[in-house]
């Protein structure tokens, strides 16, 4: 089998065209010898933890640039500000209002602190992904709350999604702030926000209160950096915040991450606009030229930098087409899901990156819909196939696979629990142990603690049968509890 080091190498020096992150897309100028920067909190070099020479100045750049009051250089990812987030903010038997299209890393943070959780669920969109989290969802759930006798001190939502779609920040926020609570918005996916006018406008004005984005997702930062961002008029306390992150991240920060991130800044700030540019020009065109798609379809989200592919209107999979893509025209995704597939960009794509996918759709196109007269057949067949497999059509509402349970215990009371395993086909009406996933997206179809329904099983028999990955299952089988 080959070394991790060698696949590595050999997938970076191949033709592969990476529409995944990190943002830098293996074009970042700049080439570190990781044997030239790796030290540690050698004197002159300042500290993560106590930054006051050149650590500060990215923080403080950051800020400048993102237009906060204060910004905390991460090397735990967005994972790390989510958990610190939470853990500065809530105590044990709180209550966390979140978002159900939450990240793992909110989910993971609630177990830690032992928190009990209320979930707000996001809006439908019309095209079967999930939307946004309407701030009338929001007042519902906090009067709820209210009226149970608990108090919300923190809600939690994701903004922008994995594909791109944003809610509406400001109204959300000053109705958490109405019912005394801060709002976390986990905006990893949206670190280019407000630097170029092709995509969303800042989120630092819109009155979050703790704003987390990963710099390693849409920017040319390396995996891991990212940032917390505390805005102008936050409620957030930076003292709880600093020692949360001090107890949380690691003593030896990277300084390859760190001194890359000094770098991109310097990029961003010298070369930024001319690349947004150029950038916002390709996937405008991308965009149009799409539009003649017949069989394929392109969903559009809010962030034209996520390039959603549908293909609920043909016999392919979203792993199929994933793989048709990867094999046929080395252009590897980001993520597939049932029905679709995600290409992330970032400023750093070239204009034959994006010429090299429109090129590829087309190709696949015709071949789907010069089987126009088939297509109708081969979906109702592959729809009879997976109905006899799992019961359900292949029309996803992924709102519905992402959709309401019950909670019988908090999660982290599940997993101090005694379980067992079972077979994914008998384990309808039990209490699962564990989170089960699909990843990417990282969103629990059902989480610890709650009821395992015959629709999760059908949909995590689907996800099996299309090829995703699914996490929380032991080969095959589920942990309940007993
Ligand atoms: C919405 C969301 N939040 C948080 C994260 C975690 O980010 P990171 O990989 O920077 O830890 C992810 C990762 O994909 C994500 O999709």
Redesign the pocket.
Same mark, same amino acid.
């Given at each position: 089998m080959t070394a991790l080091d060698q696949a590595l190498l050999a997938y970076g020096k191949s033709q592969a065209y990476p529409f995944h992150?990190p943002g830098h897309k293996r074009r970042f100028p700049q080439s570190f010898d990781p044997n030239l920067m790796d030290i540690t909190e050698i004197d002159g070099f300042d500290d993560l933890h106590d930054a006051g020479g050149m650590i500060a100045d990215i923080e403080r750049e950051l800020a400048e640039l993102y237009g906060v009051a204060q910004a905390r250089l991460l090397v $735990? $990812?967005?994972?790390? $500000?989510?958990l610190v987030s939470l853990l500065s903010h809530l105590e044990p038997q709180d209550t966390l209002l979140m978002a159900r299209n939450? !990240?793992? *890393?909110?989910y993971h943070g609630a177990i830690l602190g032992r928190l009990s959780v209320e979930y707000i669920y996001p809006q439908a969109l019309t095209n079967g992904l999930q939307g946004p989290v309407r701030a009338a969802s929001v007042q519902e759930a906090l009067c709820a709350a209210e009226k149970r006798g608990q108090k919300i001190k923190l809600v939690a939502i994701?903004s922008p999604?994995?594909e791109g779609v944003v809610s509406d920040l400001s109204a959300i926020a000053q109705i958490a702030h109405t019912h005394g609570a801060l709002l976390l918005v986990?905006a990893? !996916?949206g670190a280019h926000f407000g630097l170029h006018p092709y995509f969303p406008p800042s989120m630092a004005d819109q009155g979050a209160d703790l704003l987390?984005i *990963?710099l !390693?997702?849409t920017l040319p930062f390396y995996?891991?950096t990212?940032a917390l961002l505390l805005p102008d008029g936050s409620w957030a306390d930076r003292e709880r915040v600093a020692n949360l992150i001090d107890y949380l991240e690691t003593s030896s920060p990277s300084y390859i991450l760190m001194g890359q991130a000094a770098a991109a800044l310097r990029f961003l700030r010298q070369e930024g606009e001319a690349r947004f540019r150029e950038n916002a020009r390709d996937l405008k065109q991308f965009y149009k030229a799409c539009e003649d798609l017949r069989a394929l379809r392109i969903l559009r989200t809010d962030d034209p930098g996520k390039i959603v592919i549908s293909c609920a209107r043909t016999s392919l999979t979203g792993q199929r087409l994933m793989e048709w893509l990867r094999e046929e025209y080395q252009l590897e995704l980001e993520m597939a899901s049932f029905d679709y597939v995600l290409a992330m960009t970032s400023l750093m794509d070239t204009s034959e990156g994006l010429r090299r996918l429109q090129d590829a759709l087309f190709e696949i196109d015709a071949l789907l819909a010069g089987e126009a007269d088939r297509r109708h057949v081969l979906r109702e067949e592959r729809q009879g196939e997976q109905k006899a497999i799992c019961g359900v059509d292949r029309v996803i509402d992924h709102t519905l696979v992402y959709g309401p349970r019950r909670k019988i215990l908090e999660p982290w009371q599940a997993l101090r629990k005694k379980w067992e395993e079972m077979d994914l086909e008998e384990c309808a009406g039990c209490i699962s142990r564990d989170s089960i996933l699909l990843y @990417? @997206? $990282?969103i629990p179809l059902v989480h610890s603690g709650e009821e395992i329904t015959e629709e999760v099983v059908r949909y995590l028999k689907m996800a099996l049968a299309d090829g995703l990955k699914v996490q929380g299952l032991r080969d095959g089988k589920t942990r309940v509890l007993v």
């Amino acid at each position: 089998m080959t070394a991790l080091d060698q696949a590595l190498l050999a997938y970076g020096k191949s033709q592969a065209y990476p529409f995944h992150m990190p943002g830098h897309k293996r074009r970042f100028p700049q080439s570190f010898d990781p044997n030239l920067m790796d030290i540690t909190e050698i004197d002159g070099f300042d500290d993560l933890h106590d930054a006051g020479g050149m650590i500060a100045d990215i923080e403080r750049e950051l800020a400048e640039l993102y237009g906060v009051a204060q910004a905390r250089l991460l090397v $735990g $990812g967005a994972t790390l $500000g989510n958990l610190v987030s939470l853990l500065s903010h809530l105590e044990p038997q709180d209550t966390l209002l979140m978002a159900r299209n939450c !990240h793992k *890393s909110i989910y993971h943070g609630a177990i830690l602190g032992r928190l009990s959780v209320e979930y707000i669920y996001p809006q439908a969109l019309t095209n079967g992904l999930q939307g946004p989290v309407r701030a009338a969802s929001v007042q519902e759930a906090l009067c709820a709350a209210e009226k149970r006798g608990q108090k919300i001190k923190l809600v939690a939502i994701t903004s922008p999604t994995y594909e791109g779609v944003v809610s509406d920040l400001s109204a959300i926020a000053q109705i958490a702030h109405t019912h005394g609570a801060l709002l976390l918005v986990d905006a990893a !996916h949206g670190a280019h926000f407000g630097l170029h006018p092709y995509f969303p406008p800042s989120m630092a004005d819109q009155g979050a209160d703790l704003l987390v984005i *990963s710099l !390693h997702k849409t920017l040319p930062f390396y995996t891991m950096t990212a940032a917390l961002l505390l805005p102008d008029g936050s409620w957030a306390d930076r003292e709880r915040v600093a020692n949360l992150i001090d107890y949380l991240e690691t003593s030896s920060p990277s300084y390859i991450l760190m001194g890359q991130a000094a770098a991109a800044l310097r990029f961003l700030r010298q070369e930024g606009e001319a690349r947004f540019r150029e950038n916002a020009r390709d996937l405008k065109q991308f965009y149009k030229a799409c539009e003649d798609l017949r069989a394929l379809r392109i969903l559009r989200t809010d962030d034209p930098g996520k390039i959603v592919i549908s293909c609920a209107r043909t016999s392919l999979t979203g792993q199929r087409l994933m793989e048709w893509l990867r094999e046929e025209y080395q252009l590897e995704l980001e993520m597939a899901s049932f029905d679709y597939v995600l290409a992330m960009t970032s400023l750093m794509d070239t204009s034959e990156g994006l010429r090299r996918l429109q090129d590829a759709l087309f190709e696949i196109d015709a071949l789907l819909a010069g089987e126009a007269d088939r297509r109708h057949v081969l979906r109702e067949e592959r729809q009879g196939e997976q109905k006899a497999i799992c019961g359900v059509d292949r029309v996803i509402d992924h709102t519905l696979v992402y959709g309401p349970r019950r909670k019988i215990l908090e999660p982290w009371q599940a997993l101090r629990k005694k379980w067992e395993e079972m077979d994914l086909e008998e384990c309808a009406g039990c209490i699962s142990r564990d989170s089960i996933l699909l990843y @990417p @997206p $990282g969103i629990p179809l059902v989480h610890s603690g709650e009821e395992i329904t015959e629709e999760v099983v059908r949909y995590l028999k689907m996800a099996l049968a299309d090829g995703l990955k699914v996490q929380g299952l032991r080969d095959g089988k589920t942990r309940v509890l007993v």
